[in-house]
Nanobody
C-alpha cells in the first residue's frame, strides 16, 4: 500500500500564489508518476499536472504557464507551485501516484482545498 500526505492550499486572492506538496510512503516503486488532479463543486475530477520518475512532465491546458510541477525523488515528494491563480482554480486538489510494477497501482491523497477569491 502507498500513503500520500498532502499539505499546502488555503485561501488566496485572484492573482496570488499557493504551493502544494505531497509525500508518499509505503510500498513505492522506482518507476512511477506523481501528479495532481482537482475537483470543483459540481464538476468531475480533472487532471492538472503530472511528472514521471524519469522527469517527463505534462500540464492541463488550463494551467500551462501558471503552474509548475516538480519532484524530489529523495523525499518521495511532489510539489505544485501555483501562480496567477484565478477563481476558476478553486477546487479540492488531490495528489495521485501511479507505481509501475507487475501492475499499475494508483494511490490518492485525501485532498486539500484551494480557494481563490475574486
Amino acid at each position: 500500500q502507498v500513503q500520500l500526505v498532502e499539505s499546502g492550499g488555503g485561501l488566496v486572492q485572484s492573482g496570488g500564489s499557493l504551493s502544494l506538496s505531497c509525500t508518499a510512503s509505503g510500498s513505492l516503486r522506482s518507476i512511477n508518476t506523481m501528479g495532481w488532479y482537482r475537483q470543483a463543486p459540481g464538476k468531475e475530477r480533472e487532471f492538472v499536472a503530472s511528472i514521471e520518475s524519469v522527469g517527463r512532465i505534462e500540464y492541463a491546458d488550463a494551467v500551462k504557464g501558471r503552474f509548475t510541477i516538480s519532484r524530489d525523488n529523495t523525499k518521495n515528494t511532489v510539489y505544485l507551485e501555483m501562480n496567477n491563480l484565478k477563481p476558476e482554480d478553486t477546487a479540492v486538489y488531490y495528489c495521485k501516484r501511479a507505481d509501475l510494477g507487475p501492475q499499475i497501482v494508483d494511490s490518492w491523497g485525501q485532498g486539500t482545498q484551494v480557494t481563490v477569491s475574486s
